[in-house]
């Protein structure tokens, strides 16, 4: 979402719009679109809005989207996320990622869930400041 968004979308129906404005965009378009090309996004965003939470589809981490970064609800069964590797540059994901590509798991994408990144849009020279300024 951008810095000088006035408030974050309540709903789905109010980060569409946002997202129609140009106000919010897909999470680091502008630095990694492929870290976070998400499986039916373009259907998740056309899909109608239902009263509470259903599953929309099932994603798994394959091509096109093996770069996929999911954010999932999960339970202490699920690798382990190694939080040493937890900044920009670090591949913090990727570990767990990989694990959970060689377990074959699928990641259900539910038709009115979101999460908005604040504060601003990154871009790929902010990116490489931070990395630069924590060598």
Not at 44 to 71: S, T
Not at 73 to 86: A, F, H, K, Q, V
Not at 106 to 120: S, T
Request: aromatic content about 10%; some cysteine.
């Amino acid at each position: 979402i951008q810095a000088n968004a006035t408030h974050l979308p309540e709903n789905k129906v109010e980060l569409v719009r946002m997202i129609e404005k140009g106000i919010v965009i897909p999470f680091h378009k502008q630095v990694c679109s492929s870290c976070h090309k998400i499986p039916y996004s373009r259907a998740w965003l056309k899909a109608e809005v239902k009263e509470g939470m259903h599953v929309i589809h099932v994603g798994k981490r394959v091509k096109p989207f093996q770069h996929w970064e999911p954010i999932y609800i999960g339970t202490n069964e699920e690798p382990w996320y190694d939080e040493r590797l937890s900044w920009e540059g670090r591949s913090d994901k990727m570990s767990q990622g990989y694990k959970m590509c060689l377990l074959d798991y699928e990641f259900r994408i539910l038709d009115n869930a979101f999460l908005v990144h604040r504060p601003g849009i990154k871009t790929k020279e902010q990116i490489k400041d931070m990395i630069g300024s924590k060598k």
